[in-house]
């Protein structure tokens, strides 16, 4: 284990929630030589069976914890960032990836399988130490002990308390004292992993995998976004649409047939591709009002991640902006060595992240109209300054 402060001056920290926000923050702070505990509600340690972009941003915290190799060696590099038109898959705008976010970023743009990205960060957790609870949800926070508080009435005292509990966060909701369901953004994800054999058989599918990109379409009401898995041994699909789940159902098995009607009329290669669909599920996107603050007056219980900034995943951003809580809060405790030092970390870390976060979660939200936009004037307009942007000037 990496240990910079001495075992007595070391603080007991306590993060609710083991995504990939909650590992994070544990591999940070452990880095740092503190004791760190995770308590997860889940019987077993998983993610989601889909893909995820990982920005520069983040795997530049993943190259500088030694991650990255371990990370790479299951992840894709995508060549080309492609905008495509929605109707029949012509180019807009190529923004060449390799070698542009390596050049200007100092770290490479990658997508990997969440299973695997989640994998690497609850090993690294192990390695250094940090004990990880299953079958640990939190109903509440205790806030002067402070303690995380179980259904039974148990509870897991520490020094500190960190909710990385997701966008339904309990924390969340304990420390405004009230309820607080997420925001419904008036889209949902339908997403939807495909074999690269079975796509090899389509010659309409080839464009899209002789080699590594990520393809853009966007169109009236929804947008779709696609790219190589796993070595290249899988595809990834996401296809946003508008939000038709019933009000009490967040997560629902979907019908390939209903997803085949709303694109339609688009690009031939996207429909082939949703020709080859069995089964999908369409999940609700939701994001999160912004928060007077993420820190509990006691200064021993601050939130990070989905908790307190859950993002529409239009930037591929929010599970980035949770790696870079962690490093940042890792960083700032690294300070620590007393307890009754903790509350001005914990004000040094709002004041640091809370204003990036936000702008990125109104940012991705402006790009819910932007992707959507009808046919018409604006549409064209769009377009037409896509076909005008020259290589890497980001997006
Ligand atoms: P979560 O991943 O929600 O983890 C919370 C954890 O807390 C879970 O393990 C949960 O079981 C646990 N938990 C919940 N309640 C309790 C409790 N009461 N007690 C104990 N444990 C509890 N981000 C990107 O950076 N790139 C992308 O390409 C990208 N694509 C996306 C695509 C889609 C369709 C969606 C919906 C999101 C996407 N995101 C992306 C966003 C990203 O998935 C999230 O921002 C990120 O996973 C948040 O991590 P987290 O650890 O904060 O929360």
Not at 348 to 360: A, D, G, H, N, S
Request: glycine content about 8%; some cysteine.
């Amino acid at each position: 284990m990496i240990s910079k402060i001495e075992p007595e001056a070391s603080i007991r920290v306590a993060i609710v929630g083991a995504g990939l926000g909650g590992l994070a923050a544990a591999i940070a702070i452990a880095r740092e030589g503190h004791h760190v505990t995770v308590l997860e509600q889940a019987s077993t340690l998983q993610e989601v069976g889909a893909g995820i972009q990982v920005p520069p941003n983040s795997s530049k915290i993943l190259a500088r914890w030694g991650l990255l190799d371990q990370i790479e060696a299951v992840a894709v590099k995508p060549n080309d960032f492609r905008l495509r038109s929605y109707r029949d898959g012509s180019l807009l705008s190529t923004q060449n990836m390799i070698p542009h976010a390596k050049a200007v970023y100092g770290a490479p743009y990658l997508h990997i399988h969440r299973a695997d990205y989640h994998a690497i960060l609850v090993r690294e957790a192990i390695r250094l130490g940090v004990e990880i609870v299953l079958n640990a949800r939190a109903t509440g926070i205790d806030f002067d002990r402070p303690a995380v508080v179980f259904e039974d009435r148990t509870a897991f005292e520490a020094d500190l308390i960190v909710g990385a509990d997701g966008l339904k966060s309990r924390c969340r909701e304990s420390m405004l004292g009230r309820e607080d369901p997420p925001y419904l953004t008036g889209d949902l994800a339908y997403r939807i992993i495909l074999r690269i054999e079975d796509m090899k058989k389509v010659p309409a599918l080839h464009d899209l995998i002789e080699k590594p990109n990520i393809d853009y379409w966007m169109g009236p009401g929804c947008h779709a976004v696609s790219y190589m898995l796993q070595g290249g041994q899988a595809y990834n699909v996401v296809l946003i649409c508008p939000d038709t789940l019933p009000e009490d159902l967040h997560i629902l098995e979907a019908d390939p047939e209903e997803m085949r009607l709303l694109f339609k009329d688009w690009d031939p290669r996207l429909r082939a591709m949703l020709d080859l669909v069995v089964e999908t599920k369409k999940w609700r996107l939701r994001d999160s009002r912004e928060m007077p603050t993420w820190t509990h007056p006691s200064g021993k219980f601050v939130l990070m991640g989905d908790a307190c900034h859950a993002t529409l995943p239009y930037l591929a951003q929010g599970a980035a902006q949770a790696i870079e809580d962690g490093a940042a809060l890792g960083a700032l405790l690294g300070q620590v060595n007393q307890t009754w030092q903790i509350s001005d970390a914990l004000r040094r870390f709002e004041t640091m992240r809370k204003p990036r976060t936000e702008r990125v979660v109104r940012e991705s939200r402006a790009l819910q109209d932007i992707f959507h936009l009808p046919d018409g004037g604006a549409q064209m307009k769009r377009d037409f300054n896509l076909t005008q942007m020259k290589p890497f000037e980001g997006y």
